[in-house]
């Protein structure tokens, strides 16, 4: 089995599908930037609320973002062309093109728990992801709202 429980089941160039048997999360979380638009949804029990509100994140590259409660949408300044990270109870999908240290670092190959790319096995460790491990940790935080008189 792959290292720390994390097995990749399929993948192909810059994206894959993997089990994390150590990381079991109730429910889903995720999030996708795909050219100008950036969305994030979290239905965990064991994560904070997106917020209620329409604000930005200049510092995260946000125009603007609506949010309400599960998931929040907004407009960004695109640094790629798409990039998502998800997880629903222990499996979890990561993408990115193209591949980027964040999301996916390099090419992967694999079919039927059968890797060939970036390393060979059977049952082996996917990549790691930073962006999913961001996500895991409630570091994507949640829209503050805040209003001004």
């Known amino acids: 089995m792959g290292d720390?429980?994390?097995?990749?089941?399929?993948?192909?160039?810059?994206?894959?599908?993997?089990?994390?048997?150590k990381h079991i999360d109730c429910c889903?979380?995720?999030?996708?930037?795909?050219?100008?638009?950036?969305?994030?949804?979290?239905?965990?029990l064991t994560s904070q609320s997106r917020g209620c509100c329409c604000t930005g994140d200049s510092d995260r590259g946000e125009c603007c973002k609506v949010a309400c409660i599960c998931c929040d949408c907004g407009l960004i300044w695109p640094t790629k062309l798409c990039a998502?990270?998800?997880q629903t109870l222990c499996y979890y999908s990561v993408a990115s093109f193209p591949c980027s240290d964040e999301y996916v670092e390099?090419?992967?190959?694999?079919?039927?728990?059968?890797?060939?790319?970036?390393?060979?096995?059977?049952?082996?460790?996917?990549?790691?992801?930073?962006?999913l491990e961001k996500i895991r940790?409630?570091?994507?935080?949640?829209?503050q709202q805040s209003m001004q008189r």
């Open 106 to 131: 390099e090419c992967v190959c694999a079919m039927c728990f059968i890797q060939c790319c970036p390393n060979c096995g059977i049952c082996a460790a996917p990549p790691s992801c930073p962006a």
């Open 137 to 143: 940790a409630d570091e994507l935080v949640p829209i």
């Open 4 to 21: 720390a429980g994390r097995i990749m089941m399929s993948g192909m160039c810059c994206c894959y599908d993997a089990c994390d048997f």
């Open 84 to 86: 998502s990270a998800s």
């Open 28 to 44: 889903c979380k995720g999030a996708s930037d795909c050219l100008c638009i950036r969305h994030s949804c979290c239905l965990s």
